[in-house]
């Protein structure tokens, strides 16, 4: 399998390291361990001569030519965590010049993957429309705004379709790179997660701030106050419209356009992470932290937690062990 890794200046010095660790590590333990060669042709590329790392360190990079035909294409992400320094560095010309390198490979066959903000490489150069896909989790209203055609869902760590893969925030590159090496195979890849150290997240749910992902529009950060004063109360679409002054169809609406669900679904986010922050420091039972978060019975908190979070109270519990 040959895999060009695309660097781009400015890159999470983080994603491309555990790319390439993760890759040859396979490499490696495929040779001495499973008895067979090297599995992964990897190569560090650039649309630019000279690529720099988000901490300044210069990463040798092979040019790109009209030969190279990789089977895969990895884009890790780049070092700009918020709005005002993301939206400058995809007009950037290299940022430009390396998307319509993309569309170029995968016109010839290959296919695309990228963690992280790399996914919104991605999503600029079109190759994201119409598929589902997913992204780092701090981000997703600004992703959900700017690619509307585009059916993303941060909850998830990994989505697959016909173009490749995305993955989702910082230590998604890792959850990428074990993907890959399972699809040439699956023991390589539970060997090398092992000498790693790596535990497989298939969600991004459990580390979802809610009120992070409020800051970014002034109307849901209202509603996200409102809504935590009336945890203990229950939901009342009509009751939260009143309270801000607006509409239960307009708070339906925004709360899509942004959070990409519904104040309800919002609603229940705030629910299990109060719910969490109590079973870890509260010392209270669950039923009385099912009254806390507005609910008449501790089993249907339960519930919730199981569906949110896929664990149970005992396992949420055992983590302060």
């Known amino acids: 399998m040959k895999i060009c890794v695309l660097a781009l200046e400015g890159l999470f010095d983080t994603g491309l390291a555990v790319t390439l660790d ?4 396979a490499n490696g333990l495929s040779a001495r361990a499973l008895g067979g060669t090297p599995r992964f042709d990897v190569m560090v590329v650039g649309v630019r001569k000279r690529v720099r790392s988000g901490h300044g360190f210069t990463i040798p990079v092979q040019a790109i030519t009209p030969a190279l035909k990789p089977d895969w294409v990895v884009v890790p992400a780049l070092n700009a965590t918020t709005p005002e320094l993301l939206l400058p560095a995809l007009a950037r010309p290299d940022v430009i010049d390396a998307q319509a390198q993309l569309l170029q490979w995968r016109e010839q066959g290959a296919r695309i993957a990228a963690s992280c903000i790399g996914t919104f490489v991605l999503a600029e150069a079109g190759l ?6 997913t992204s780092t989790w701090s981000l997703a209203p600004l992703f959900r705004q700017r690619y509307p055609l585009v059916k993303l869902d941060e909850s998830r760590m990994l989505v697959v379709s016909d173009i490749g893969v995305t993955a989702g925030a910082a230590m998604g590159h890792l959850d990428l790179a074990l993907w890959l090496i399972r699809q040439a195979s699956p023991e390589l890849a539970a060997l090398v997660s092992r000498y790693l150290l790596a535990d497989i997240r298939s969600s991004q749910a459990p580390y979802i701030i809610p009120n992070h992902l409020a800051q970014h529009d002034p109307l849901i950060q209202r509603f ?6 009336a945890l203990r109360n229950g939901f009342s679409l009509q009751d939260a419209a009143e309270a801000l002054a607006t509409s239960p169809r307009s708070l339906q609406r925004r709360c899509q ?10 609603f229940q986010d705030l629910r299990v992470e109060r719910a969490q922050s ?29 569906q949110r979070l896929g664990r149970g109270v005992r396992d949420l519990r055992a983590d302060l062990l």
């Open 257 to 266: 356009e942004v959070l990409g669900k519904s104040p309800l679904a919002y």
């Open 128 to 133: 994201l429309d119409g598929r589902e896909a």
């Open 278 to 306: 109590l079973l870890h420091g509260s010392g209270l039972d669950i039923e009385a932290i099912a009254t806390e978060v507005g609910y008449a019975d501790g089993a249907t908190l339960r519930t919730l937690l199981r």
């Open 224 to 229: 996200e106050q409102w809504a935590r004063k």
């Open 22 to 25: 993760a890759l040859r590590a």
